[in-house]
Each structure stands twice: as structure tokens, then as C-alpha cells.
């Protein structure tokens, strides 16, 4: 199964900063199928990004995906409040589906 | 708007089955894959499979054939039975369908709210 290793785990930083999120794969993800979802406190998982770099419906140009093969980035160029959430990378290339592990952006 | 629910007992017993229905609303569940994915407290997501709507489905090898999902289209929902649970079932579960209709593989849009199952005797 492809490996998803999310960098760093966490993120601290102020409102108004840039965010850069690592996502890196043990294989080659074919088509840049590959996802980026927001999850707050008791909140179900949100699309943001999907085909490593299109913005879902209603996400903010201010989240960006860029990546392809096995290194792919989500950068939020200007974090709002509302922002600090915990970050997943997907990979829907091959089954079995796989999650990296998060990346936490906090408060600093 | 398509809406996902989840549904089911909170509590299940070490060795018991876990059930778990998905109650979709707002849309059909034809023409689409319905996928479960589960989430222990302070972790991170896993894969638990998926269904086509055809019936088709489609299991992580990991949880080593405890799974098993089924759709009715008559009443829009989905199931999840995992079989012989133990302590490490323990999470919150969360239906989801793919974003794209008639597609094999897509990202996941609308997520159901989730649902918290413990098991404990």
C-alpha cells in the first residue's frame, strides 16, 4: 500500500502567515491522485484540494496544492482564524485508500 | 444537498459484531462508490473500504476479511458489519461518498457527521 508521511506533524503560527504542508508518498502517485482535507474539533473531514492542485467547490484561493509523483505541498498563503485545523493528505490512486497522519496548524 | 447519517449502536461487546448503517438523503446512492473510513480518538483516518452501487465492494486487506458492506437502494443506505471486535474497533466512523458519479477512484465529498462506537464489555 502507498505510505502517506504528512511534515510536520505540527505547525505553529499566527493568523495572517504562510503555512507550507509536506506530503510525501513511498510510491508514485499516478494521475496526482491526491487529496488534501480540513478537520476541525468533532467535525467530519472536509475537501479542499483534490488532483494534487484544484481547489473544491467553495475553498478560499488562499489554499493552493501543488505536487506531483511523490512530493506534494498544500500552502495556505494567508492563515485566517478560521485555518487552524489539522490537515490530511489522501492518496486515491490504488487501493487500499491511505491517509497520512496530519499536520496540526496552531496558534502560536 | 446530499446528506449523509450514520446510525447505530455506540456500545459493542469484545468479540461481537459491529453494525453500522449510512442513511443517505438529498440524492441516490446509485452511480456512486460509498465508502466507510474510521477515525480513533486523537489519530488519524483509515481506509475501511467501499461499495460500488452496484454491490461491488471493495475491503482494506488489513482488517483481514472481518469486513463486510452492503447497499440497499430501496431505502438509500449503506452498511458496515465488522465482525470480531476488540478494544482497537474503538473510534469514530464515518460514511462518505466519492465526489465524482460512474468514476472508479475520486475524493470523498460530503462526509457523514460520524459515529462514536466503544468496545467494552
Known amino acids: 500500500e502507498i505510505v502517506l508521511t504528512q511534515s510536520p506533524g505540527a505547525l505553529f503560527l499566527s493568523p495572517g502567515e504562510r503555512a507550507t504542508l509536506s506530503c510525501r508518498a513511498s510510491q508514485t502517485i499516478n494521475n496526482n491522485f491526491l487529496a488534501w482535507y480540513q478537520q476541525k474539533p468533532g467535525q467530519s473531514p472536509r475537501l479542499l484540494m483534490y488532483g494534487a492542485s484544484e481547489r473544491a467547490s467553495g475553498i478560499p484561493d488562499r489554499f493552493s496544492g501543488t505536487g506531483s509523483g511523490t512530493d506534494f505541498t498544500l500552502t495556505i498563503s494567508r492563515l485566517e482564524p478560521e485555518d487552524f485545523a489539522v490537515y490530511y493528505c489522501?492518496?486515491?490512486?490504488?487501493?487500499?485508500?491511505?491517509f497520512g497522519g496530519g499536520t496540526k496548524v496552531e496558534i502560536k | 444537498q446530499v446528506h449523509l447519517q450514520e446510525s447505530g449502536p455506540g456500545l459493542v461487546k469484545p468479540s461481537e459484531t459491529l453494525s453500522l448503517t449510512c442513511t443517505v438523503s438529498?440524492?441516490?446512492?446509485?452511480?456512486?462508490?460509498w465508502t466507510w473510513i474510521r477515525q480513533p480518538a486523537g489519530k488519524g483516518l483509515e481506509w475501511i473500504g467501499r461499495i460500488y452501487s452496484s454491490g461491488i465492494p471493495n475491503y482494506n486487506p488489513s482488517l483481514k476479511g472481518r469486513v463486510a458492506m452492503s447497499l440497499d437502494t430501496s431505502k438509500n443506505q449503506v452498511s458496515l458489519n465488522l465482525t470480531s471486535v476488540t478494544a482497537a474497533d474503538t473510534a469514530v466512523y464515518f460514511c462518505a461518498r466519492d465526489t465524482l458519479r460512474y468514476f472508479n477512484w475520486s475524493p470523498y465529498a460530503p462526509w457523514g457527521q460520524g459515529t462514536l462506537v466503544i468496545v467494552s464489555s
Open positions: 438529498g440524492g441516490s446512492v446509485s452511480g456512486y462508490f
Open positions: 489522501q492518496q486515491y490512486d490504488r487501493s487500499p485508500l491511505t
